[in-house]
């Protein structure tokens, strides 16, 4: 038995395929949400299994730690690639949390004045030259060894460098703005938290992707994804040929056109009723908008013969030069840290001798520059979590290849002795996870002692605020002049952490500083000097 041109048990599994929107809907939502909860972590009592669960799914860098880790652990793309073969760029719509933001801006560009009615989505001719150029390119960058391209388009990248840049510090203060009216109410259970800000020159290009969003998604929707992200193209490539595809039934379809004005990708072409699936990002807001149920959700092998696309041959050899390009290609703690106090001593005359740094000090994990830069997409998901603010995003510090690529700032902070935290969540592999032991001897840089600059020096002053502070004492006080002492180095027991740097009180030119190293080294144990007991036969008082 046939109704409007489909059997009883096709009407069936088309009246289950309309609820197909609102579990992408809650599903993404969900995904997103955690997502930014990892970013948002101001505390850092998230557990690692569930930061490694919502990393695990996110394309691009699940496949840079599978390149340099080589563990199944790590191979979340694979699960990418295949639920794409199976049925299409779902991921773009269920897991990629910048895809879900897009969507959101979609949603509430009425209420933010953007548009005075309703949005209308119109077919968009492909642009292929553009979308795979952009692809080819990033992957050509990729194998010279500099993923500059990658960082600018990875959206993963993109919603980290947002949520942590943009987001993150109203968070902070929203937070600091409660915990002070609790306060008043004699509540403490919030409490005020320190947020060091980046230099202002790291915040234009997550502002001006931001804003170039806001203008795609409230002009062509979903546009950024068919045509600029590169990982988009790659699913577009592997979904054209998918098991389950989006077709329409033309015996069914009467060209009403509430399907087109409602796909966000611009992929449905209703003259000759067709979906460009390898642009399609799964919404099914089509299927659930076709009165007369046309649009179904089936097996490829079943939707009618389609023409030949112009770029048909064209994408089976990018696929193939891209497969072949490609196949070259713990315990959640950390200590607290403690705020050190301000030193007293400050100079009278400002330092003169600059700090001649040769190389930025990378994250500890970070094991060389080479390794560094062919795995960091500058997420900052570091930056984010980093519970001193010592890891903040370079402007030119590693040259315009390296830019938006975490460093250590001893300006802002110090490297806390006994934190691990930033090679737990990194998800690229461009960080090795550390264990506290290990931290504790992994040599980030070497520390300089520039003697013109110091107090003791100049302005004949006790100081000693960085023997003080230094964890595996490599820096330690030594008579000078008179009673003065001055600082003398051991490098073979500094990690290079900048604790001496951050607490040095001179200005401009700090009298000690740490050079970073191009390959990270590991340093010697920190000597401990015997705890002499004396007996006692009584109390001494």
Not at 262 to 285: H, P, W, Y
Not at 296 to 309: A, C, D, G, N
Not at 348 to 366: A, D, L, M, Q, S
């Amino acid at each position: 038995m046939r109704r409007n041109g489909f059997s009883f048990f096709s009407g069936q599994i088309l009246l289950k395929q309309i609820y197909l929107k609102s579990l992408r809907v809650w599903v993404s939502l969900l995904v997103l949400t955690c997502t930014s909860f990892v970013f948002l972590d101001l505390l850092g009592k998230l557990p690692s299994i569930f930061v490694d669960c919502i990393l695990y799914f996110q394309g691009i860098p699940s496949l840079l730690r599978f390149i340099h880790s080589a563990g199944w652990a790590s191979a979340g793309f694979i699960f990418v690639l295949l639920i794409t073969v199976l049925f299409g760029r779902t991921y773009c719509s269920f897991m990629c949390p910048l895809g879900t933001l897009q969507d959101i801006l979609i949603r509430i560009r009425k209420p933010l004045g953007m548009h005075k009615k309703r949005l209308v989505f119109s077919y968009q001719r492909p642009q292929n030259i553009l979308r795979y150029g952009v692809l080819f390119l990033t992957v050509a960058s990729c194998l010279t060894g500099s993923l500059l391209l990658l960082s600018l388009f990875d959206p993963f990248s993109q919603f980290g460098r947002i949520v942590s840049d943009m987001i993150r510090p109203l968070v902070v203060g929203v937070n600091n703005v409660l915990a002070d009216i609790v306060e008043w109410d004699g509540f403490y259970f919030l409490y005020p938290l320190e947020y060091k800000a980046p230099h202002p020159s790291t915040l234009i290009l997550p502002v001006a992707v931001f804003a170039l969003l806001l203008y795609l998604t409230a002009n062509k929707g979903r546009f950024f994804c068919n045509s600029l992200c590169p990982l988009g193209a790659l699913l577009g490539l592997l979904s054209y040929r998918s098991l389950l595809t989006i077709a329409i039934d033309r015996d069914v379809c009467t060209s009403c056109g509430r399907c087109v004005m409602l796909c966000k990708a611009g992929c449905i072409d209703l003259r000759e009723k067709q979906v460009d699936f390898s642009r399609c990002v799964s919404c099914f807001n089509c299927i659930r908008s076709c009165p007369e149920a046309a649009i179904q959700f089936r097996p490829s092998v079943l939707s009618e013969k389609k023409k030949v696309p112009r770029f048909q041959q064209e994408r089976r050899i990018i696929l193939t030069s891209l497969l072949f390009l490609f196949s070259f290609g713990s315990k959640n703690v950390y200590a607290t840290p403690t705020k050190p106090r301000k030193p007293q001593v400050k100079n009278e005359r400002p330092t003169t001798v600059i700090n001649e740094k040769h190389f930025p000090v990378i994250p500890p994990g970070g094991k060389s520059l080479s390794h560094f830069f062919s795995s960091c997409t500058a997420c900052h998901l570091c930056v984010s979590i980093c519970p001193t603010g010592v890891l903040q995003p370079s402007l030119v510090e590693y040259g315009i290849d390296g830019i938006l690529k975490p460093r250590l700032n001893t300006l802002k902070g110090f490297c806390n002795f006994e934190c691990t935290r930033c090679g737990e969540v990194c998800p690229t592999g461009a960080i090795q996870p550390l264990s506290v032991a290990e931290k504790k001897q992994t040599q980030m840089g070497k520390t300089q002692f520039i003697k013109k600059n110091c107090v003791v020096e100049t302005d004949k002053k006790d100081c000693g605020a960085c023997a003080e502070h230094c964890p595996t004492k490599a820096v330690r006080m030594v008579p000078f002049e008179g009673k003065l002492k001055i600082p003398e180095l051991d490098n073979k027991y500094c990690i290079g952490c900048g604790a001496c740097e951050h607490i040095c009180p001179v200005l401009p030119h700090k009298a000690i500083f740490v050079d970073g190293l191009a390959t990270q080294g590991t340093a010697e144990p920190p000597k401990s000097k015997p705890i002499t007991i004396v007996p006692m036969e009584d109390f001494p008082f």
